[in-house]
């Protein structure tokens, strides 16, 4: 009778444990969910590539600099969310339609503040601020009835994302200090590329959803084991951007983590493609690709 209280009581604290542990997992991933859902995380990534920029050019990392990415990152995707409803309710179930209008207010002010500090700061940083935000505007927004969304054209969507990301990070930073043209032109490149890839994997995961709003991606006209592969050629493109900087000793010290991020997207290229259902892990994994990257930038930075 006492051996069978003692295995009740175990018994007891183990299913606790299990529910407790239970409970501990659906908080940190509601407050991922969260994050994610509120474009918190890709803004704070978008930090992280200014702080990745920044390294390579070797200057000091300016406030001013992160928080323009950052509210540029929440104003662009916010809105984004507000006007790609009908894509959003097959892609993205959990994220009904009620919540997409409490986008557009942080959204706004987003932008005005950006547009503000971006004034105040001078002539040539509110013009490079203004870009992200006009094409991020004409990309989401039906201008007129004869006029396409930049989203609606094949091919441009990824583009004009694309550009934008790379854009305003490696050009921004190199306004604080003097860069060489040289130097923003490969981190440009470099940041394309990763984006490209980042974005095209998404347009893979969201085909039904993008089939169902008429929205014309890559991903669709080529299919996914196409989509794969080039984004795999995409990929391999770093390798003349590798060459570029051993050939005349640009960014040496850091090209280990380089190497590092075009090895990453390999993995995502190969899993996500394969695997499109698992959109959670891949606004966890794809957006915050840039955590890694810098986590070993970082570790450079120490060690150097």
Known sequence: MGESAVQKSACT????????????????????????????FLAINSALIIYFSSRLYEIEIHPIVLLQTFLTTIAVYGLNKVTDQTEDEINKPNQTTKYQA?????ATICYIITLITGIIEGPLFFLVTLIPLFIGFIYSVKISKNLPRLKEITGIKNLAITFSWA??????????DTVE?????????????????????FDVIDMPGDKAANTKTLSQFLGKERT?????????????????????????????????????????????????????????????????????????TVKA
């Open 102 to 106: 409490y986008f557009i207010i942080p």
């Open 167 to 176: 854009f305003i990070c490696a050009v921004l930073p190199s306004l604080i």
């Open 13 to 40: 604290k183990y299913k606790s444990g299990i529910a407790t542990a239970k409970n501990l997992t659906d908080k940190i991933r509601k407050v991922i969910h969260f994050f994610v859902t509120s474009s918190l």
């Open 228 to 300: 794969a592969y080039f984004l795999f050629i995409v990929n391999s493109l770093l390798l003349i951007w590798f060459s570029i900087c051993l050939v005349y000793g640009l960014f040496i010290k850091y090209l280990p983590v380089a190497v590092f991020g075009m090895i990453y997207n390999y993995v995502l290229i190969g899993y996500f493609t394969k695997n499109p259902d698992k959109r959670f892990y891949a606004e966890v994994i794809v957006d915050g690709e840039w955590i890694p990257i810098v986590a070993l930038l970082l570790l450079y």
């Open 181 to 201: 043209p040289v130097k923003i032109a490969l981190v440009f490149g470099y940041i394309f590329i990763q984006m490209f890839i980042n974005v095209t994997i």
